[in-house]
């Protein structure tokens, strides 16, 4: 059952993965006012690439790749889907948050070997951005954590479920709009897509990916967009008992991400660590506050 | 075998080895190595042995004693092994300096009495060794002259303050329950008045502050570890400055007790709760400063303060998850920054000193070896799953987050992020990138470096994988500091409140790996490229002409310099320049005229009168 | 009395003062013969004096060695008192004494070598006579010698600042040694007597504010030789203008005989047998300033000086304390002092020579150069700040250990005090070791090390002080019944008076 | 347009993938970049047929040479054509690169581009309209149905001659070829 399920699920995020991915760019044409490819226009380019023959630039390159994509992988692995989550009793909340890492640390390590100078200050920015959102989104799952006295992702999901969304609960509330307020930073969409910018650095990190790369970097970054909804969807929504509904309430919040991204211009990378660690800092640390006073009071 | 012979190896063995020297210097390195293999194999034999108390000598009419505890037989096997390897690693790099000889002695003369510390049975021997190992690394550090003689300054100058404080803590403990046996003590210390015990956490606590830099006494420690000769800033900072967790955990848990060191204060004044503060900023603020180091060492060492501030921040928590992981975190910590400054110091053998992030890069293609044990280190160093250091953090967040202190939990984690940047700046400049034209002809670096690289990059993965090799040995220490013993697998922790499984973790990792390699070898085949083929908007660069790694991180430090300078760095030069002054105009009272002098006479006579006639001292 | 000491045994204490004075007399007429025996004459005569000084140490240890001169009975004649102190000195000053002559037989070679061997014999003889006395007019009369050889041998070399330190030392000096005597004179016209044990006898019944003054002027009076704050001021000059070998002895002898008389004269005559706050501050006073004053000089031997009044004021410190610990602990760490300064001061004379100037600067690359006497300096440097495993560890344990016993909040305050200025010392001290060794010289860089014979007594020295250092029980036994002689007043006028 | 038949894309995946999916890279040679946006943004919205402008070589597999090449341009042009991986296309746009067009007589620009790099259709105009890039995108799609898209074929056969015409108008060519030519890899 657990090796369906370590098999399902990887397999289902990248399935929704891809799906957002090709929905957003359809999406964004709507939004547009223009046509758009089609919702599976991913998976036309993830094939066209693999067909291609592309450079490497040392053994680095490619392991940091994959292990970029592994990471991303376990992640999945430890986040619940429904009711599916092989791995989340090997150590919960800490594991998700510390796996997390691996994604950027391996493209960054795999970008570093390319010599390329775009690639240094993508990853540059892309370090700094995490930094920057990383503030905020601690403090918010801290208070997360305390509220439940937990560490386990699922027994956070499980105790949702009969005491409502974390969302609308009256501690968590504030914590839930930071983690809205960040969400667009930890998808890597605009306002924050400082890391990519094409048009200013050819696309940082990913410059000198091509080919079967640049295909495991496009599946990485639909499986990325699928972690931040994802973790959004179990730690604020009460999760879902099965997958579909889980599916659908992971639909609604990318929409809403989409309608920001497309509205949206670039900021520069300080503005970007500016904003985040003001507003949704502060939203976060009062809603720690707020958590930790009403535990003190209901302790007595 | 007994702990006096293993002790008289030690120090015999580093003075054999100085007189050897002035025989033949392939001996002397022989003999070095045989020496620091002999003693891992010494202390690995007394595995089990705990309990074992040996009178070696009288001093002053006190018995000075040695024991073996699970405490101090978990940090004599780190200092051997770190030691021994680090001895290894040095072959090579001292090979042509000067005054070599006096260089083993020295180091091999610290490792000796850093054994004599952590077998000490009692206070004094504890003290001399202390001492010992202090003016010998003062020695050490100042080997390579220049700007190394002021760190050695600042570095003795703290180390004698903090030992004062320690002989006071000590002696007064003597005035007292006229003993000074450890394991006397603890028995006694118990029934103390709380105002006496929080004195003597304040006296050694200071000591151990020093040694440890924790945040307002850490400034000797950045100068001294990017000064001292790299072999020997790997032992520096993998366990001589870890002397400090050993003193706070002998002062807090052994000496006087885990029930009294928890409850001393009050409310939130808690003395535990304020050193585990203190250690929190010790993580945050120098993990920043690290960011803004272009220096390799000098980063590795403010983060050498930063993970030191973990290791505090767990055993003052004082819980059994907390000490767990904070003992665990130094042995990890151990092997993990020594593993990092040998690769610095590989490089600097090989490209002849320099130490400048802005100068290197590129060199993982021209030293391989160097480069995984860096790329390990800094995983160990972030904390990355499957690596040692991941572990101990998860136990000390664990404990934080589950114990209701979710804003230590949050300087905790955030040094971590703190971390990555930094050490991916220091991984960056000096591995990846563009290699600079003149770094092209580069050699590899000699096996005897690659040989303590490998092992530590092993052992980094093995603890990181199976856990409960090191954690079985470390649910013995907190179980004699009378805390609850964790519930240890050979591969994680069992709790209700979250476990911790990383076979699972490795399986899983392992598999995603083997399936995306596989995917990637059915695509076709990539060819490889060089350094120069890379999109730079269609220019070709000139060779040797290109290179930016300068000022990695630039619109944050824009951002965060104002707000990161060592304050206390500046405030300790302030005093040390008052100090001066002081000192000058106290000198002023010898004005070298005699008539002065003859007044001073007349009034010295004059008050002692005046006071017997006042208040009649006699 | 064992069987093989038959000649050891009981070598007549007299012998200490008579023989050098003897020899100082003797040497003009052997300088006429030839001068190549003059300078082994101390040599010899130390040789013996510390043998005798050494096989004394059983007898004493049982009772003291009382000797009257002329066999007249104690409080009418002169007599000598050789206790645990007074032998526990002697030989300190015998082996001290023996080491500078063995360094002076090469250090020494200019100037009016005659005379200084003279003067040297003298000097000795004075601190003997000092320690040995029983008799209080007998001790100014041969603290007057001291004195009066240490100014002729501050301005040995005969320059203009050896000879300007030299008369601010003899102004000093002669000042200290008037109210020293104004106030034997007055115990003399209070009690009758000069006997030390008879004074004490009668001290005890007498009133309080009588005695003060005289014993204020004799405290003020010995307190300018033993270099209380602020009575020190000469000492800084004399001891660097002197020649090095005799900066060893004043350093390492002469102030720590005024110190003796100081204590001997509180705790014998005058009976203080609590701990005394005045005496206590003045010596954390007198231990920070000169602590304070050796940071701020770059001049080694001016720096070394400094160094001593610091010294000082950790021994009054310790005296003040006034249990038996204390006393013993301030005692050892004479020892300690002399041992530590006189290997500094004569390893320094050396590295002066080398290099030509007293600036510590100067002393750069020393290391490579004279490494021996590097060593020698570095493990002095180390003890006096009190490392282990050297001997300055154990004399500081005793101390601060003492200290603490006290158990008093006051107490602990002061120890960090003194501890402070540990602090200091250790940072001007590691400080200098840092400059000899890991600066690169830019001078010549050859090794030329100090003369076989200056480095015998620095050997010597060195050897010593890991010995004790490893092993204080070789002098804890003699200290601890030195400090019950001292602090034990009844006893000693029994032992004196019979 | 057979973008939906699942029948060829099970049969011939590759060749389908690059029709469907030609990322060009954002590279603006000459005045006829000016076409480009409109052809991308909302008016013609080029993402339909499924091309894309990408920030690198690497990425893409549509070279469009924009407009006149001058012989600095030139340079950067051989060496981003050499970094793109194979399959790839290169397609002239506007009269310039074909003959030099209006500036047939001027001593700093290149007349005939595929005396340098091999080109696998013009778009002849001068500008050409953005629709004239969407009729060469399906004619390209043709081309590469019928594998007769081969200039990077034709430059990995002929590099020799190719070289000594870079290297006639340029002078020596600092780099080395950026792909691999023949059989190795």
């Known amino acids: 059952m657990q090796i369906i399920a370590m098999i399902l699920s990887p397999i289902l995020a990248l399935i929704i993965g891809i799906f957002f991915l090709g929905l957003s760019r359809k999406m964004m044409a709507r939004i547009h006012w223009r046509y758009g490819p089609p919702w599976t226009q991913p998976i036309i380019d993830i094939i066209r690439l693999f067909s291609q023959k592309s450079v490497t630039h040392g053994h680095l390159f490619n392991l940091g790749l994959i292990l970029s994509l592994a990471g991303s992988i376990v992640v999945i692995l430890f986040i619940p889907v429904g009711r599916i989550h092989p791995l989340s009793d090997s150590g919960g909340m800490l594991v998700i948050l510390y796996m997390l890492l691996l994604a950027p640390l391996g493209l960054a390590l795999s970008g570093g070997e390319a010599a390329n100078p775009n690639t240094s200050i993508g990853i540059s920015r892309q370090l700094i951005l995490a930094l920057g959102y990383e503030v905020p989104l601690l403090l918010i799952l801290l208070a997360l954590m305390t509220h439940y006295e937990t560490i386990s992702i699922v027994e956070i999901v499980f105790r949702q479920q009969y005491a409502g969304w974390a969302l609308l609960s009256s501690p968590l509330v504030l914590s839930g709009i930071g983690y809205i307020s960040i969400m667009p930073a930890i998808l890597g969409i605009r306002p924050f897509e400082v890391v990519q910018a094409p048009q200013e650095i050819s696309s940082g990190p990913m410059v000198e990916y091509g080919g079967p790369y640049l295909a495991l970097a496009t599946i990485q970054h639909a499986l990325n967009l699928f972690i931040g909804i994802a973790l959004f969807v179990n730690l604020f929504l009460g999760g879902a008992g099965n997958p579909l509904f889980f599916f659908i309430k992971m639909l609604v919040v990318f929409v809403l991400g989409i309608f920001i991204n497309a509205a949206l211009p670039r900021l520069r990378i300080e503005q970007a660590v500016q904003y985040l660690w003001r507003w949704p800092t502060l939203l976060a640390l009062v809603g720690l506050i707020v958590v930790i006073v009403m535990k003190s009071v209901s302790a007595g | 075998m007994s702990l006096e012979l293993l002790l008289a190896a030690a120090f015999g063995g580093s003075l054999l080895t100085y007189l050897l020297g002035k025989i033949s210097s392939g001996l002397r390195d022989g003999f070095a190595v045989f020496v620091s293999v002999i003693l891992v194999a010494m202390i690995a034999g007394l595995y089990g042995k705990i309990g074992a108390v040996t009178s070696y000598y009288h001093f002053m009419g006190l018995e000075l004693t040695l024991r073996i505890s699970p405490l101090s037989w978990f940090f004599a096997m780190a200092v051997s092994t770190l030691g021994a390897l680090s001895v290894i690693f040095s072959l090579s790099y001292m090979r042509d300096r000067e005054r070599t000889d006096f260089y083993y002695l020295m180091m091999l003369l610290i490792n000796a009495s850093m054994l004599g510390i952590v077998f000490s049975g009692d206070l004094v021997s504890f003290f001399i060794f202390w001492e010992m190992m202090s003016w010998s690394t003062f020695l050490l550090i100042s080997y390579n002259r220049g700007s190394a003689l002021a760190a050695g300054m600042k570095y003795i100058v703290f180390s004698i303050i903090g030992s004062m404080a320690m002989l006071i803590g000590m002696l007064s403990l003597y005035a007292v329950y006229q003993t000074v046996n450890i394991y006397m003590l603890s028995n006694l210390v118990s029934s103390a008045s709380p105002g006496y015990l929080l004195f003597l956490l304040i006296v050694f606590g200071t000591a151990f502050a020093i040694k440890n830099a924790i945040m307002p006494l850490h400034t000797w420690l950045p100068d001294a570890y990017a000064e001292a000769p790299s072999p020997f800033t790997a032992v520096l900072s993998g366990m001589l400055t870890r002397m400090g967790v050993y003193g706070f955990l002998m002062i807090m848990y052994v000496i006087i007790g885990s029930v009294q060191t928890l409850n001393m204060g009050y409310g939130l004044l808690k003395f535990n709760y304020i050193l585990a503060w203190l250690g929190a900023v010790t993580i945050v603020i120098p993990t920043f400063i690290a960011m803004l180091q272009n220096d390799a060492k000098k980063l590795l060492a403010w983060h050498g303060i930063g993970q030191g501030g973990y290791m505090v921040l767990g055993i003052a928590y004082g819980t059994n998850l907390g000490l767990a992981g904070g003992i665990f975190h130094t042995l990890n910590h151990a092997i993990y920054i020594v593993l990092l400054f040998m690769s610095v110091a590989a490089v600097q053998y090989r490209t002849g000193g320099e130490r400048d992030l802005n100068s290197m890069g590129g060199l993982i293609k021209k030293m391989p070896i160097a480069f995984i044990g860096a790329l390990f280190g800094i995983s160990g160093l972030i904390g990355l799953p499957l690596t040692n250091g991941f572990v101990s953090k998860w136990l000390i967040y664990k404990t934080l987050i589950l114990n209701g202190s979710p804003f230590l939990a949050f300087t905790a984690l955030i040094g971590t992020w703190g971390t990555i940047l930094s050490v991916y700046k220091f991984l960056h400049n000096l591995f990846l990138g563009q290699l600079p034209e003149k770094y092209k002809d580069i050699k590899k670096s000699p096996v005897n470096m690659q040989i303590p690289i490998v092992i530590l990059s092993l052992t980094i993965l093995l603890f990181g994988i199976l856990p409960g090799l090191p954690l079985k040995v470390i649910n013995s220490i907190i179980a004699s500091f009378g805390f609850k013993s964790l519930n240890v697998t050979l591969w994680g922790i069992v709790s209700e409140t979250g476990s911790l499984n990383t076979i699972n973790l490795f399986a899983a990792i392992l598999t995603g790996c083997v399936i995306i390699w596989l995917i990637l070898k059915t695509g076709p085949k990539s060819v490889s490229a060089s350094q120069e083929n890379t999109y730079a908007a269609g220019a070709s660069i000139p060779e040797g002409k290109y290179h930016y790694t300068v000022d990695f991180y630039n619109p944050f430090y824009r951002m965060i310099k104002p707000y990161l300078k060592d304050f206390m760095d500046i405030f300790y030069f302030k005093l040390a320049g008052w100090t001066q002054t002081l000192c000058n105009i106290v000198r002023k009272t010898y004005t070298g005229y005699v008539g002065h002098y003859v007044t001073y006479i007349v009034l010295f006579l004059a008050v002692l009168i005046f006071m017997q006639l006042k208040w009649s001292l006699w | 009395m064992n069987d093989f000491g038959l000649f050891l045994n009981g070598i007549n204490p007299v012998l200490f003062i008579v023989v050098p004075l003897g020899f100082a007399f003797g040497i003009p007429l052997l300088g006429m013969i030839s001068k190549k025996i003059v300078k082994w004459v101390p040599v010899f005569v130390y040789s013996f004096v510390l043998v005798g000084a050494l096989s004394n140490i059983p007898d004493v240890l049982d009772k003291p060695i009382i000797i009257q001169i002329g066999g007249f009975v104690p409080p009418f004649g002169i007599n000598l008192v050789a206790g645990p102190v007074g032998i526990l000195f002697s030989a300190l000053i015998a082996f001290a004494g023996l080491m500078v002559s063995i360094y002076a037989v090469v250090y020494i070679k200019e100037g009016p070598e005659v005379r200084y061997h003279i003067l040297y014999l003298l000097l000795l003889t004075g601190a003997m006579g000092v320690v040995l006395t029983g008799d209080i007019f007998n001790l100014f009369v041969f603290f007057e010698i001291l004195c009066i050889s240490s100014y002729t041998l501050v301005g040995y070399f005969g320059n203009k600042s050896g000879i300007e330190s030299a008369v601010k030392y003899l102004i000093q000096g002669a000042i200290g040694s008037s109210l020293l005597l104004i106030g034997i004179g007055l115990l003399y016209g209070l009690f009758g007597t000069l006997n030390m044990a008879d004074l004490a006898r009668q001290i005890s019944s007498a009133d309080p504010v009588t005695v003060f003054i005289p014993m204020a002027l004799m405290i003020t009076g010995l307190g300018v030789e033993a270099a209380l704050f602020p009575l020190n001021a000469w000492l800084p000059d004399a001891h660097s203008s002197a020649p090095s070998s005799i900066s060893a002895i004043l350093s390492g002898i002469a102030i720590e005989v005024g110190l003796y008389a100081v204590i001997r004269i509180l705790f014998t005559i005058f009976g203080i047998s609590d701990f005394i706050m005045f005496f206590v501050f003045l010596g954390v006073l007198t231990l920070l300033i000169g602590e304070m004053c050796a940071f701020s000089q770059n001049n080694i031997k001016r720096m070394l000086a400094y160094s001593s009044i610091g010294q000082i004021g950790l021994m009054v410190f310790a005296f003040a304390i006034a249990t038996s610990h204390a006393v013993a602990g301030g005692l050892f760490q004479m020892i300690s002092h002399t041992l530590g300064k006189g290997l500094l001061f004569m390893a320094a004379g050396y590295m002066i020579i080398r290099s030509g100037s007293m600036k510590t600067a100067s002393f750069e690359g020393m290391g490579k150069r004279m490494p021996l006497t590097c060593v020698a300096f570095t493990i002095g440097a180390f003890s006096i700040v009190g490392l282990p495993p050297f001997i300055g560890f154990p004399s500081k344990f005793l101390i601060i250990q003492s200290a603490l016993a006290k158990g008093t909040v006051l107490f602990t305050i002061l120890t960090g005090l003194v501890l402070m200025g540990t602090v200091i010392e250790g940072a001007y001290f590691f400080r200098i070791v840092q400059v000899i060794y890991f600066k690169k010289g830019n001078g010549d860089s050859e090794r030329n090390e100090a003369p076989i014979a200056a480095l015998i007594p620095m050997f010597l020295f060195t050897a010593v002080i890991i010995i004790i250092g490893i092993y204080p029980k070789f002098v804890l036994g003699i200290l601890d019944s030195a400090a019950s002689e001292l602090l034990n007043q009844i006893d000693y006028i029994r032992s004196v008076l019979g | ?185």
């Open chain 4, 1 to 185: 347009m057979d973008r939906n038949q699942l029948n060829k894309w099970l049969k011939t995946p590759a060749k389908m993938g690059h029709k469907y999916s030609l990322h060009a890279v954002y590279f603006c040679t000459g005045c006829g970049i000016i076409e480009v946006p409109p052809s991308i943004t909302a008016r013609w919205d080029a993402e339909r047929f499924g091309v894309l402008p990408v920030a690198t070589p690497r990425q893409a597999n549509l070279f469009l040479i924009t407009g006149y090449v001058s012989v600095k341009t030139l340079r950067a042009i051989i060496r981003t054509y050499e970094q793109m991986p194979e399959p790839k296309f290169t397609v002239g746009f506007g009269s310039c690169p074909i003959n030099g067009g209006m500036y047939w007589d001027s001593y700093n620009t290149i007349k005939h581009l595929d005396k340098y790099i091999p080109v696998d259709g013009w778009i002849a105009g001068c500008m050409p309209r953005p629709e004239a890039i969407f009729v060469a995108v399906t004619h390209l799609w043709t081309l590469i149905d019928k594998d007769m898209a081969d200039g990077y074929k034709r430059y990995r056969k002929n590099y020799q001659a190719y070289r000594e015409n870079q290297e006639r108008a340029l002078g020596k060519l600092e780099w080395p070829p950026l792909f691999s030519i023949g059989g190795k890899g």
